[in-house]
């Protein structure tokens, strides 16, 4: 674990303090799931959870085969793909009737990937 140290705090540790903190408020139901992000430092993850049974309803990475062919290019590469993931994501869950969610940012800042996805399931119709 790499990170920050001071006090002996790692910066996993403390984003995890954060989830949890977050976790207290947001719950999913099986009408209502929650999108959690997970973002790693090359890909970004979501999944829809429902939270009253325990379930993943669904996942998408940028690894899936549904992103496995995309391009972008430039600075912001990582920026589109994580847009292109919440995108698909989105579409995935309309197909199986899920229109509105809760979504979890998984004690990550609202800001670049993490917004960039968010922005990207909403554009493919999910409401939050």
Partial sequence: MSG???????RRAARIR???RIRKKVFGTADRPRLVVYRSLKNIE??????ETGR????????SKALKDFEAEG??????Q??????????EALSKGIKSVVFDRGGYRYHGRVKAFA?????GGLEF
């Fill in 4 to 10: 920050n140290t001071r006090k002996g705090r790692t």
């Fill in 82 to 91: 994580s847009f292109a993931a919440g995108k698909a994501l989105a579409e």
């Fill in 46 to 51: 979501g999944q829809l959870v429902d939270d």
């Fill in 56 to 63: 993943t309803l669904m996942g998408l990475s940028t690894l």
């Fill in 119 to 123: 922005d990207g399931a909403r554009e």
């Fill in 18 to 20: 954060r989830h949890l």
């Fill in 75 to 80: 600075d912001h590469r990582r920026t589109e």
